[in-house]
């Protein structure tokens, strides 16, 4: 019998949700680390009950924490996050340059092969690695002393690394995603970075097709098809069919497309999930309607879906990790808003049902599809 | 024995309650009670002090004998009732909102 956990970080702690295939009925527990801020939980796909939990706190700065038994148990790790060399500055929201600080990890991305290998996305952006489940975190440095890296600055959140995706078909291929610097790839393992923009068209900038300083909001790729990316920019949904070396809008016939998530269906390469969202000043539902915008042909062409949403007076966000499918044959999806909830489809978007209704903001949604025997993630 | 008193999520994350005693030599400074805390209580590394710089995290402020000397210097001694273990060196959290 396979079994479903949503791992979701929240304002105020973590929550595990548990249920079986039918996912009709859930098991609520937490809140783990109660008070503190979880920007992402996720487990690994090697060990599903190793799981990685970043959790921090204005007050108390930053922990790390990690799982051998699913969530059961936790235990803090090394939370040492130093920036390789002289850290050097960025531009400030004024355009004047700033001093490279820790502020927090936003996303952990588990190895694809190795439990105790595990890569942290930070604020201010760089990306981390620990080869020793989390002990230890060393900077791929080569990513924030690419030369553009005085060029990068703070979207409204901060300026993160927020997306990590790693190349199922590559060992050396990795994508990130940074607000707002904009995407980057590497293909030598974290050594050299390459901006992958191109296609990107941002008004707030200067020249508004430039290298970097695009405000990336998240980006979502299917494991089978690993050189076809998607993403929700500040305005725009993009999609590049060659690794990122050039991106097309796909936004199409969307009502807005401002949005943090994006996400693929777990068996339809070509079916992608989007929250659109108002505007960059309006962080909530066109017209107090909750909906999910779903395309089955790879972009242009959306379909609303909005069976079970709300759909009056509805103003809350969705925050760009706040979104996953699972495995299962019928595919879930699963997200989570500001405003504490967590709603569920069991059939890829069709229908929807809250599995929780107030839990602080959510700010991280990640599922484990866990079959019996043989336990596969996604 | 030096008494520290933890915040409540301090407590929490080294999984203890109430005041947390440890050894110190002397001479009895923030520096040196912070340094045996964490000898102590690894997982405090780094959310009362920075882990590089040693100084002092921005909302965190120290008390002790109702005095506020978060920003005496890390080597000035600490008052004597709190080397004598009669009083606690408070780690308290500043107020700002919930």
Same mark, same amino acid.
């Given at each position: 019998?396979?079994?479903?956990?949503?791992?979701?970080?929240?304002?105020?702690g973590?929550?595990?949700?548990?249920?079986?295939?039918?996912?009709?009925?859930?098991?609520?527990?937490?809140?783990?680390?109660?008070?503190?801020?979880?920007?992402?939980?996720?487990?690994?796909?090697?060990?599903?009950?190793?799981?990685?939990?970043?959790q921090?706190?204005?007050? =108390?700065?930053?922990?790390?924490?990690?799982?051998?038994?699913?969530?059961?148990?936790?235990?803090?790790?090394?939370?040492?996050?130093?920036?390789?060399?002289?850290?050097?500055?960025?531009?400030?929201?004024?355009?004047?340059?700033?001093?490279?600080?820790?502020?927090?990890?936003?996303?952990?991305?588990?190895?694809?092969?190795?439990?105790?290998?595990?890569?942290?996305?930070?604020?201010d952006?760089?990306?981390?690695?620990s080869?020793?489940?989390?002990?230890?975190?060393?900077?791929?440095?080569?990513?924030?002393?690419?030369?553009?890296?005085?060029?990068?600055?703070?979207?409204?959140?901060?300026?993160?690394?927020?997306?990590?995706?790693?190349?199922?078909?590559?060992?050396?291929?990795?994508?990130?995603?940074?607000?707002?610097?904009?995407? =980057?790839?590497?293909?030598d393992?974290?050594?050299?970075?390459?901006?992958?923009?191109?296609?990107?068209?941002?008004?707030?900038?200067?020249?508004?097709?430039?290298?970097?300083?695009?405000?990336?909001?998240?980006?979502?790729?299917?494991?089978?098809?690993?050189?076809?990316?998607?993403?929700?920019?500040?305005?725009?949904?993009?999609?590049?069919?060659?690794?990122?070396?050039?991106?097309?809008?796909v936004?199409?016939?969307?009502?807005?497309?401002?949005?943090?998530?994006?996400?693929v269906?777990?068996?339809?390469?070509?079916?992608? =999930?989007?929250?659109?969202i108002?505007?960059?000043?309006?962080?909530?539902?066109?017209?107090?309607?909750?909906?999910?915008?779903?395309?089955?042909?790879?972009?242009?062409?959306?379909?609303?879906?909005?069976?079970?949403?709300?759909?009056?007076?509805?103003?809350?966000?969705?925050?760009?990790?706040?979104?996953?499918?699972?495995?299962?044959?019928?595919?879930?999806?699963?997200?989570?808003?500001?405003?504490?909830?967590?709603?569920?489809?069991?059939?890829?978007?069709?229908s929807?049902?809250?599995?929780?209704?107030?839990?602080?903001?959510?700010?991280?949604?990640?599922?484990?599809?866990?079959?019996?025997?043989?336990?596969?993630?996604? | 024995?030096?008494?520290?008193?933890?915040?409540?999520?301090?407590?929490?994350?080294?999984?203890?309650?109430?005041?947390?005693m440890?050894?110190?030599?002397?001479?009895?400074?923030?520096?040196?009670?912070?340094?045996?805390?964490?000898?102590?209580?690894?997982?405090?590394?780094g959310?009362?002090?920075?882990?590089?710089?040693?100084?002092?995290?921005?909302?965190?402020?120290? =008390?002790?004998?109702?005095?506020?000397?978060?920003?005496?210097?890390?080597?000035?001694?600490?008052?004597?009732?709190?080397?004598?273990?009669?009083?606690?060196?408070l780690?308290?959290?500043?107020?700002?909102?919930?």
């Amino acid at each position: 019998m396979s079994k479903v956990r949503l791992l979701v970080g929240t304002r105020k702690g973590a929550f595990v949700l548990t249920s079986d295939g039918k996912r009709e009925k859930w098991d609520v527990s937490g809140p783990h680390f109660a008070g503190w801020e979880i920007y992402h939980v996720k487990g690994s796909p090697v060990d599903p009950n190793r799981l990685y939990a970043s959790q921090s706190s204005g007050w =108390f700065g930053q922990v790390m924490q990690r799982s051998n038994d699913g969530g059961k148990t936790w235990e803090a790790m090394g939370n040492k996050f130093v920036y390789d060399g002289v850290a050097g500055t960025h531009q400030w929201y004024d355009g004047t340059p700033h001093p490279w600080e820790f502020k927090r990890a936003w996303h952990l991305e588990p190895s694809l092969t190795n439990a105790d290998e595990v890569y942290a996305g930070v604020e201010d952006a760089a990306l981390f690695r620990s080869v020793d489940g989390g002990q230890n975190w060393e900077e791929l440095s080569g990513l924030r002393k690419h030369g553009s890296g005085p060029h990068w600055q703070p979207g409204a959140g901060g300026m993160c690394l927020h997306t990590i995706i790693l190349d199922p078909s590559d060992p050396k291929r990795i994508f990130i995603a940074i607000s707002a610097a904009g995407a =980057f790839r590497t293909d030598d393992g974290g050594k050299t970075w390459l901006p992958i923009n191109k296609g990107l068209r941002s008004q707030f900038l200067p020249d508004q097709d430039a290298e970097v300083g695009h405000c990336v909001h998240h980006m979502a790729m299917h494991p089978s098809r690993p050189g076809v990316l998607f993403m929700q920019k500040h305005w725009d949904v993009m999609r590049s069919d060659n690794a990122g070396d050039s991106w097309h809008e796909v936004s199409g016939n969307l009502p807005t497309d401002f949005g943090f998530v994006i996400d693929v269906h777990a068996h339809e390469p070509e079916t992608v =999930f989007v929250v659109p969202i108002k505007s960059d000043s309006e962080h909530y539902p066109l017209d107090g309607k909750l909906q999910v915008y779903r395309s089955r042909s790879g972009g242009n062409e959306w379909e609303a879906l909005t069976k079970g949403l709300p759909q009056k007076d509805c103003y809350v966000n969705v925050l760009r990790d706040a979104m996953a499918v699972d495995s299962l044959d019928s595919c879930g999806v699963y997200f989570g808003t500001t405003g504490g909830q967590v709603y569920g489809s069991s059939d890829a978007g069709d229908s929807w049902a809250p599995i929780v209704r107030d839990l602080p903001a959510v700010l991280s949604v990640e599922v484990q599809t866990l079959h019996s025997g043989s336990p596969t993630l996604i | 024995m030096i008494r520290v008193e933890l915040p409540a999520h301090l407590r929490t994350l080294a999984g203890v309650k109430g005041e947390v005693m440890v050894d110190v030599a002397e001479p009895v400074t923030q520096r040196s009670v912070l340094g045996a805390l964490e000898a102590k209580y690894p997982m405090l590394r780094g959310t009362i002090r920075d882990h590089g710089t040693l100084e002092r995290r921005a909302f965190l402020r120290f =008390f002790a004998c109702e005095e506020d000397l978060s920003h005496e210097l890390p080597d000035a001694l600490l008052p004597e009732a709190v080397a004598m273990g009669k009083e606690p060196l408070l780690v308290i959290g500043a107020i700002a909102g919930g």
